[in-house]
């Protein structure tokens, strides 16, 4: 049976990262739209709905990392795996625990998002909530899981990116912006980093396993260079934003931070070398989600 630590092991925390970052940009987005809309800040209106929306990102982020474990686990793609700890592939806990875990990591994020949808008056995006939990499933998921067809990164870029940025920034202010469509990008971008960090490792295993990964599709080239573009693109996308609101340029700060993770990706790191290139990107997406909140927030 599995300890507190090999759970926790599994939640991979090194991904979390991918969950609070969205948040914050969000939530930085939304505050400066509110107070440009009406030259004050309401914390009381903020707050709760950025911590709902942050209990939705955490939970989702947990539930698709433990049906990840089960689902690739039961297939026996985890058999031979160099990254990072699996509870169904190493036996350490049971199959239908882990799933039992990932379904109700899955269903916690449900009732969080119900809970913001209620607050907000939101009902159309029932439908967001529920495709997203059903991406979250099916990345590994279901007999045709789309994550062995090389379409991982999209969904990705979409449900940590698109979907949890704007839809953040939108329960908070109910209108839509660009600085929230330029950010929703950039942290998408950056959430699509993380995923090929682990699918650029696991590139030999999954050819093995028959797991068609957009890393495996790509090479190891076209993933390098992939890989390289999703860490320096959102630096990019910023530039409309600082120029319209130049505290903003505070992100750039994050620019070094990426300096390590492609020295060692475009070096031709492969296996175990990998694993530390995951917690720093993990660290650069997580400092530039922060200091841009923190710069939209001056």
Excluded: C
């Excluded at 929306?53 to 982020?61: D, E, H, K, T």
């Excluded at 067809?149 to 209108?175: K, P």
């Excluded at 910023?238 to 992100?251: K, Q, S, Y």
Aim: hydrophobic share 55%; aromatic share 8%; no cysteine.
């Amino acid at each position: 049976m599995a300890n507190l630590s090999q759970w926790v092991q599994g939640a991979r925390p090194r991904t979390l990262p991918a969950a609070l970052a969205p948040v914050a940009a969000g939530t930085g987005v939304a505050v400066r739209q509110l107070e440009e809309l009406h030259g004050e800040m309401d914390w009381a209106l903020v707050l709760p709905r950025a911590l709902l929306a942050l209990g939705v990102a955490f939970s989702l982020q947990i539930g698709v990392n433990y049906a990840n474990d089960y689902s690739d686990g039961i297939r026996g793609t985890d058999d031979d795996r160099v990254g990072p700890f699996r509870l169904t592939g190493s036996r350490a806990a049971a199959p239908g625990t882990v799933k039992r875990a990932a379904i109700l990591s899955l269903a916690l994020g449900g009732l969080f998002g119900l809970a913001l949808i209620a607050l907000a008056q939101i009902w159309w995006t029932v439908l967001v909530g529920a495709a997203a939990i059903a991406a979250a499933w099916f990345y590994t998921g279901g007999r045709k899981p789309y994550g062995y067809l090389g379409l991982g990164e999209l969904f990705v870029f979409v449900f940590f990116g698109l979907v949890a940025v704007n839809g953040t920034a939108y329960a908070i202010t109910l209108q839509p912006s660009w600085a929230a469509l330029l950010a929703s990008i950039a942290i998408g971008l950056l959430a699509v980093a993380l995923m090929l960090t682990n699918n650029l490792r696991d590139i030999p295993t999954d050819t093995l396993a028959g797991k068609r990964t957009l890393a495996v599709r790509l090479g190891e080239k076209g993933t390098r260079a992939l890989f390289t573009a999703t860490l320096l693109v959102p630096f990019v996308l910023m530039v409309p934003v600082i120029i319209v609101h130049l505290p903003a340029a505070l992100v750039l700060l994050a620019l070094p931070l990426a300096i390590g993770p492609v020295r060692t990706v475009l070096g031709g790191a492969m296996g175990r070398d990998l694993i530390p290139v995951l917690g720093a990107t993990g660290r650069l997406e997580l400092v530039y989600s922060l200091l841009l909140l923190i710069g939209l927030l001056i």
